[in-house]
């Protein structure tokens, strides 16, 4: 009985002041939508488009390039297959590395930056 008395309070007290004291639903959701929309754009995107860079280099990779590693190595591309790359680091020295693994083309690392 006491149920019925506190329910019929909410809803005699539900006038059209308290209605539109509630947020709507659009304005609590703008403060995701913004922060979504900054990470997108601080995070997402230039990490997408550094990866898009980073294949078109590993697919155009050919014999006698001069590439650097991740790790740090220097060398000339002696053998290609589709996941390793065989680098000629010294007269007669050979190293297999996974085409991943692959930082980028060593004649960047030397250019200036002299505009």
Do not use: C, W
Request: glycine share 8%; proline share 3%; no cysteine.
């Amino acid at each position: 009985m006491f149920e019925m008395l506190i329910g019929s309070a909410y809803a005699t007290g539900e006038t059209a002041q308290n209605a539109a004291a509630r947020p709507n639903m659009m304005a609590s959701l703008a403060p995701f939508a913004l922060i979504f929309i900054i990470f997108y754009f601080l995070m997402i995107r230039p990490q997408k488009k550094r990866l898009d860079q980073e294949k078109a280099l590993l697919g155009s990779l050919a014999k006698g390039d001069e590439i650097f590693t991740k790790s740090g190595l220097l060398g000339t591309i002696h053998g290609l297959t589709d996941r390793i790359v065989t680098i000629e680091v010294s007269e007669g020295v050979k190293l297999k590395v996974m085409r991943e693994h692959i930082g980028g083309l060593a004649n960047k690392l030397f250019e200036s930056n002299k505009k």
